[in-house]
Structures are given as structure tokens and as C-alpha cells.
């Protein structure tokens, strides 16, 4: 079911890349379609998620052309395309409605997969020429238009097309055997001309990436909490707390990088909640000396998880409660009067230093772990294990030092940290990879892979404030991250 969702833009790829003739009549912009969609999302009571892919932008930074075999593959697709707007992404929705979970067993992933929502899945495509479109639905997918109230339409299973001046809109039934009847149709094109937007979908609309994902987290979490029928003052409180709340993912080729961040946009209520604190230096400086191929350091406000946990879910633990065993019990209710504490009081850092001894790579680790006293208990006899493999294991307080090498030990200087992630440590979650330092010849990649990762740098990520950003480096950084790719897996050389 999922996977019909993200397959719907695909589809209609490849299906308007065929047949159809050139046109000479203006484009369009897309921002009527844009503006259409955002009414629609806006207004559209039971959306849980939106985004876009920008399919035309992501081929123009491939720079395909200049690959004689895929340029006689692609270009004539792309010439053949007149009857859809090319300026424009394609646009989807995901709406869920109301519906009963409480019987799936979360533990069941089998169970979990055959779960059938209640709900439509949509795609908005800007086109140019809607006769044009029109003839090639009837000759590629054999359907027969209707017209109703203006809407010519065609149903297809639990599929139906609706092409409109500008745009066509495809609206699919997530049970696959129910048909969308055309009232329900109607009921969401009325939406994209007469519903209003909202400023902060307009906001996450404008965005220009070349794949957008966006999701509304209280719609979600409502989803959940009244398919459980799970509901209390708390839970109530959440919902009303997380209206308004969005998560939006973005996935962008630049030149030199590919990025990828997901930032939360959040409601006044929800953000006073603050779970990092303000950076990580003080677990960097003391993770060892030398030059290390992969290192992560994390500093979360354990008192703030706490306080969100007694906020939100204080009473629904008596839920969880009630599915333990008698030995499990017995730690939940220490975690319960202790504190998250009590586990983990959220410092935590790891840095790995390869070295060739002559037969491969093996790595020096340095850690180390704020853990609380439960933890430490749980943790006694492993660490002892530990010790017996040639580990160094420190005990200070509520923080644990360990190191497999003593070139590599804390207390011997600070990092010499790669070039790209120079800021590691001013960040409250983040890490890298320094990819030429991995024993890649090793892993017995293909050749292509091989020359993509040979351009490759660097790997990082951070957390800052609400947004969290991955980025993969290129060492040419000049030239877009998909040109680059494509010209290793041609063998093209620029």
C-alpha cells in the first residue's frame, strides 16, 4: 500500500513520456498549481503528509546530456513531455481518516504490514495541455473520461483521474478495493480552488529541494492515540499541544554535497520543550588524541525528557505497566521513582582511529558513557569482559572512559579532526565519517560504487535547535553531487 503512494509520481512519468507531440502553447508557472495544492492541504481536514518530487529540476543537475547512452535514453522522454508543465514539481498528499488500531500488536511486523488505512493518497501534476493529457490517459491507460460539474474524469480501480485547465489530479483509495465515488471527488477539487492556505504551509510549499517529505505530527499522533483508543487528561493535552506541529524533510543535490534536513516546525506550547543542551565540546575534548575516521558525540538534557514524559505519558504508563513480567516490573517502577537518570544522563561520545596492521584495518575505540546507577549495575559484568579484551575502563562519577589503544588515550592531546568537520563539537548531536579512511577496498564493491565513493570526502551530521542536517561531501566542489555521480557510473571524466 505504502509503496502505490510514492509510486503514483513515477508512474505518471513515464507514462506522459510517451505518445505525445510538441506544443507550442506557453507554459505555465507552477505557482497556480503550487497555490492550488497548498488551499487543498490547508483545508483538507485529515492530511497527515504532503511533499513534492521536482523530477525536471533533478535531471537538469545530472547533467545527462553530456552521456551520449543516457541522453538517448532520457532526452527523447523529455522532449516528448510537452503536455506537462516542467517548471513545476509533482506534487502528493496523504490523507488517513479515523479508524480503529487497537487490535494490531505492535510486536507483530506481519500484523503491522497488512494493516489497511482508512484514507486517499494524492498526486497534482501541473500540465500545459489538457486535451493533450487526455489523449494519452485514454490510449496508455485505457480509460474512458466522464464529466461532471466541469470535472472530466476517469476511473480506474481504486484510482480516478481529474483533469482540470491547468493541472490534473489523481486521487487513489488506500483500501484497494474500494473506487473513489465522484462526490468524494468533488468534494476534494473544490478544496484547491475555495479552501484556504495557511502560512505555515505555504512556508513548507515554497520550498524549492528536489524532494520534499512533510508531516503534520498532531494529526499523526492523534491518528494513533484514537486508534488505540488510548485517552486521558494527558494525552489529550498532547494532542491539543501538538496541533500545528510539522516535521519537513528535504533532500537537495548541490554542488559538491548532497543535503539532507528535517526540521521541526513547532507550536508555541511544544516548543519550550528543549531536549539538548547547547553544544558538545567538553565530551569532544576529552574523546582522545589523534586523527580519527568516525566520531560521534551527543549531549541531551536528560531533566527535560523527564519532564516531558511526566507531561504526556505519565498516566498511560500504567498501560505498559500491565504487559510486563514480574522481574520487568520491578526495574520499570525503579525507573519510575528514580528517573530517566537513573539509565542514562545524556552525555554520550565515540571516536574510531583506523590503522593498518599489515593484514587489514583494526580500529581504536574511545568512549565514553554517562550512565546512571541502574546501568551501571546492568553493566558490570560486560565491562569486566571488557577489560579481559584489552579495553581501559574509568569509572568517574556518573561517566564511563573507555580506550582500546593507548596512542589513541584521553589525556594524551584533543582531536585532529578532518577537513569539512572542523566545527565536531559545537553542535549538541553530531558526528562524521571521514569516508577516505575506510578500508574500503576491502568490502569487494562493485566497480561503480567504487568510483562514486572515490569522489566522496566526507560524512557528517549535527542537530541544531529543531533542524537536523546530513550532508555528504564531494572533494570537487564545483560541480553539482548527481553530475558527479552520474559521470563515475558513465566513466565520463569532466
Known sequence: MYKKIFLIPVTLFFLFSCGSEENSEKANTGSAITSKVSNFISSRENIIAFGHINMFQILGKSDYKKNSLVNAVIDPFITKMAALNQDSP????????????????????????????????????????????????????????????????????NGTFALFDDC?????????????????????????????????????????????????????????????????????????????CFNTTNFNFENGKIVLTSENILSPAMSKWRITKSDSKEIVSTLGS???????????????????????????????????????????????????????NGRFGIAAFL???????????????????????????PLEMAKTSGFTIEN????????????????????????????????????????????????????QAMKIIAKLSILKFKVEGDKFTLEIQFKDKSQNALAQMMNSVSGLSL
Request: proline share 3%; charged share 25%; aromatic share 8%.
Open 90 to 157: 509533482i506534487y502528493f498528499a496523504v490523507e488517513v481518516n479515523e479508524q480503529n488500531i487497537n487490535d494490531i500488536n505492535p510486536y507483530d511486523i506481519s500484523n503491522i504490514s497488512n494493516l489497511k488505512l482508512n484514507g486517499f493518497a494524492y498526486a497534482f501534476i501541473a500540465i500545459k495541455n489538457k486535451s493533450e493529457i487526455k489523449s494519452q490517459l485514454e490510449k496508455e491507460v485505457r480509460v474512458r473520461f466522464k464529466n461532471a460539474d466541469g470535472i472530466d474524469y476517469a476511473q480506474e480501480n
Open 168 to 244: 490534473m489530479m489523481v486521487m487513489v483509495d488506500l483500501n484497494d478495493r474500494n473506487q473513489v465515488g465522484i462526490e468524494q471527488l468533488k468534494s476534494a477539487s473544490k478544496l484547491m480552488t475555495e479552501g484556504k492556505s495557511s502560512e505555515i504551509v505555504n512556508k513548507m510549499m515554497a520550498s524549492n529541494s528536489d524532494f520534499m517529505l512533510t508531516y503534520d505530527m498532531g494529526k499523526s499522533v492523534s491518528s494513533v492515540l484514537k486508534g488505540l483508543k488510548i485517552s486521558n487528561s494527558e494525552t489529550q493535552q498532547l494532542e491539543s499541544d501538538l496541533k500545528g
Open 290 to 344: 589523534g586523527s580519527p575516521t568516525a566520531a560521534i558525540a551527543m549531549n541531551l538534557d536528560v531533566d527535560q525528557i523527564q519532564k516531558i514524559l511526566d507531561s504526556y505519558l505519565k498516566s498511560s504508563m500504567s498501560e505498559i505497566e500491565s504487559k510486563l513480567s514480574a522481574s520487568e516490573l520491578l526495574e520499570f517502577n525503579r525507573i519510575k521513582a528514580e528517573g530517566f537518570s537513573t539509565i542514562f
Open 355 to 381: 590503522k593498518g596492521d599489515g593484514y587489514g584495518f583494526v580500529p581504536n575505540v574511545n568512549f565514553q558513557l554517562g550512565a546512571g546507577k541502574m546501568l551501571l549495575e546492568k553493566l558490570k559484568e
Open 396 to 447: 568517574k562519577g556518573n561517566m564511563l572512559y573507555g580506550y582500546s589503544g593507548a596512542e589513541n588515550a584521553p589525556g594524551k592531546g584533543t582531536l585532529t579532526l578532518p577537513e569539512g568537520a572542523e566545527d565536531f563539537g559545537n553542535y549538541p548531536i553530531n558526528g562524521f565519517v571521514d569516508i577516505q579512511k575506510l578500508p574500503l577496498n576491502e568490502l569487494n564493491l562493485p566497480d
